[in-house]
C-alpha cells in the first residue's frame, strides 16, 4: 500500500494522512511541531540543512543548547507521527548535516505542484514561434496551439493557489519569502493567461479569472479584470455598479482608497461604455431613484460622493453658494478608534441611520471606511454645521442609550 501525506500551504494549513486530516489537537498553530512539519513537508524532495530547520523551528528563542533542543523536538516529533498512524520509525532522519523526509510516505503538496506547473509554463512559453511574413499562417497554428496548452496550465495552477502561502505564519521570516515568491508567479500567471484571453476576446474566461483572482488575493486590485470584461460585453449597468462597490469595499473592508491606478483603469473603462440611444424622457427615468422616501439625506457610494464633491466646488466658485464637508467618526470615551469588530459593524450601522435622519432631503452623504460617515451640506450658514452634529449626537445617544457614555460622534466641519 502506498503511503500519501497531501499538504496544503496556500491559504489554510493543511495536512491529510491517506484521505483523513491530522488530528486537530495535535497541530495547534503555535506549536513546534506544526513548525518541524511544515519544512519537512515542503523541503521534502530535497531535504533541509539542520542549522536552517534549527532557526525555523527554534528562532529566536533563549535556549542554551539549540543543537540538542532541535534534536529532542525531532524525536518527539517522530513519536506524535506514530501516534497519528504513520508506519515506520525513521521518517525523519539526519545525514550528512541535512534532515531527511522518509521516502517511503509520499508527500504531495499543493505549492510543489504549483511550481512545477509555473516551470512547464516558462518553458513552454519560449517555445512561441516569432512571427515572420513567409510564415505568419504557419506561425499562427502553431501559437494557438502552445497558447492551449498554456490556458490550460494557467488555470490548472491557479486552481491551486488559495491564498497566500501559509497564510496565518507569515511572521515567520523564511515563510514570507516564499509567501512572496509563490505571490510573484501567481501575478505572472494572472496577466499572461488575460494576455491570452484577452486577444482571444473570451471575456467570459476573462471575467472568471478576475473573480478567482480577487477572491484569493484580496486588495490587489484584480477588479480591473471583471470591469474589462462587462465593459466589452456591453453589461455597462453591471460594470457601473462594480465600480462603486469596489471603492465602497476596500473603503469599508480595510479603511483604504483604491489606488489612483486602479480608479483610472475603471474610469477609463467607465468611459467607454456606449449606451444605447434614447430620448430624453427615457434617460431621465433611468437616472431617477427608484424609491423615494419623504425624509433622510440621500446617501450614496463614494465614487459618486467624490465626483458630487468636485462638481459642488465648481458650482460655489461660480455661485458662492456655501457648501460644507463634515466628517463623523465613531471613537470610544477616549477619542480612539473603535477596535471591536462587533461593535463597530452595530454602531457603524446606527450612526448611518442617524447621519440620515438628521440632516435635510437635499444633503448628501456617505460612508469612508467602517467607522466613517462624510456628509455634504448645501447652503447652510456655517453655525448651522454645529445644530446638525448636536442632533447626530441627540439621535445617536437616543438610540443606544447604554452606550452613551462610551461612544459619540466626533464632527469635523471644513469649509470649501
Excluded at 518527539?76 to 532522519?93: R, V
Excluded at 449606451?275 to 424622457?281: K, T, V
Aim: aromatic letters at 10%; proline letters at 2%; glycine letters at 6%.
Amino acid at each position: 500500500m502506498t503511503h500519501t501525506i497531501k499538504v496544503q500551504m496556500f491559504g489554510n494549513f493543511r495536512m491529510d494522512y491517506n484521505g483523513a486530516p491530522f488530528v486537530a489537537e495535535k497541530m495547534h498553530k503555535e506549536s513546534q511541531f506544526n513548525r518541524l512539519m511544515q519544512a519537512m513537508m515542503h523541503y521534502s524532495d530535497c531535504g533541509i540543512a539542520k542549522d536552517k530547520l534549527e532557526e525555523i523551528v527554534i528562532g529566536e528563542r533563549d535556549i542554551d543548547a539549540p543543537h540538542t533542543a532541535l534534536r529532542v523536538i525531532v524525536y518527539k516529533t517522530k513519536q506524535k507521527l506514530t501516534q497519528l498512524g504513520l508506519p515506520g520509525k525513521n521518517l525523519i532522519y539526519l545525514e550528512g548535516g541535512i534532515y531527511y523526509w522518509t521516502p517511503d510516505i509520499e508527500i504531495e503538496e499543493d505549492a510543489a505542484e504549483f511550481e512545477k506547473i509555473y516551470n512547464e509554463v516558462c518553458t513552454l512559453e519560449k517555445q512561441i514561434p516569432q512571427e515572420t511574413e513567409h510564415e505568419k499562417t504557419v506561425c499562427d497554428e502553431q501559437t494557438k496551439e502552445i497558447e492551449d496548452k498554456l490556458l490550460e496550465l494557467y488555470v490548472k495552477a491557479l486552481y491551486l493557489y488559495k491564498g497566500e502561502f501559509l497564510s496565518a505564519y507569515t511572521g515567520e521570516t523564511w515563510i514570507a519569502q516564499e509567501a512572496r515568491r509563490y505571490h510573484t508567479m501567481f501575478e505572472k500567471i494572472i496577466k499572461e493567461a488575460a494576455y491570452i484571453l484577452r486577444k482571444r476576446k473570451q471575456f467570459k474566461g476573462l471575467e472568471k479569472l478576475g473573480v478567482y483572482a480577487a477572491k484569493v488575493d484580496p486588495f490587489n486590485e484584480w477588479e480591473e479584470l471583471i470591469m474589462e470584461a462587462m465593459v466589452e460585453t456591453r453589461r455597462y449597468d453591471e460594470a457601473e455598479g462594480l465600480y462603486t462597490d469596489v471603492v465602497d469595499y476596500y473603503l469599508r473592508e480595510c479603511g483604504i482608497y483604491p489606488s489612483s491606478r486602479l480608479l483610472e483603469i475603471l474610469e477609463k473603462y467607465s468611459n467607454q461604455m456606449n449606451h444605447a440611444h434614447e430620448i430624453l424622457e427615457n434617460i431621465q427615468e433611468g437616472m431617477s431613484e427608484q424609491e423615494e422616501t419623504e425624509r433622510g439625506g440621500y446617501f450614496c457610494g463614494y465614487p459618486v460622493f467624490r465626483g458630487i464633491y468636485q462638481s459642488s466646488i465648481r458650482i460655489m466658485k461660480r455661485t458662492r453658494v456655501p457648501v460644507y464637508l463634515m466628517l463623523c467618526t465613531l471613537e470610544d470615551e477616549e477619542g480612539r478608534q473603535v477596535q471591536s469588530e462587533t461593535k463597530i459593524n452595530k454602531y457603524s450601522r446606527q450612526l448611518k441611520k442617524c447621519v440620515g435622519e438628521s440632516i435635510r432631503y437635499s444633503d448628501i452623504y456617505t460612508s469612508y471606511g467602517k467607522v466613517q460617515f462624510l456628509i455634504m451640506l448645501i447652503g447652510i450658514k456655517r453655525e448651522d454645521c454645529e445644530i446638525v452634529k448636536k442632533r447626530i449626537n441627540r439621535q445617536f445617544a437616543k438610540k443606544n442609550p447604554k452606550a452613551a457614555e462610551k461612544y459619540h460622534v466626533n464632527s469635523i466641519v471644513c469649509e470649501l
